[in-house]
């Protein structure tokens, strides 16, 4: 069986991984639009449902979660 956090994993888009994975390097959203040539609304709007993806309500718990996932490759 799989582990929550392992399906939370695979509930996200590939770009979405994109963003965790540069979130996780402490990039800010507009750092992160330049990296991936996307607006900053773009970028917020996946951080938003990577929010309801993890169940949690800020950046902060986001990368808290995905610290603590084993299945994440940072």
Do not use: C, P, W
Not at 42 to 60: E, P
């Amino acid at each position: 069986d799989k582990d929550v956090g392992e399906k939370q994993l695979e509930k996200l888009t590939k770009k979405e991984m994109e963003i965790a994975r540069l979130l996780m390097e402490g990039k800010s959203y507009k750092e992160i639009a330049t990296a991936i040539n996307k607006t900053f609304f773009t970028v917020n709007h996946h951080i938003r449902n990577m929010y309801a993806k993890f169940d949690v309500n800020s950046k902060a718990e986001l990368i808290y979660k995905l610290n603590n996932n084993k299945n994440f490759k940072k």
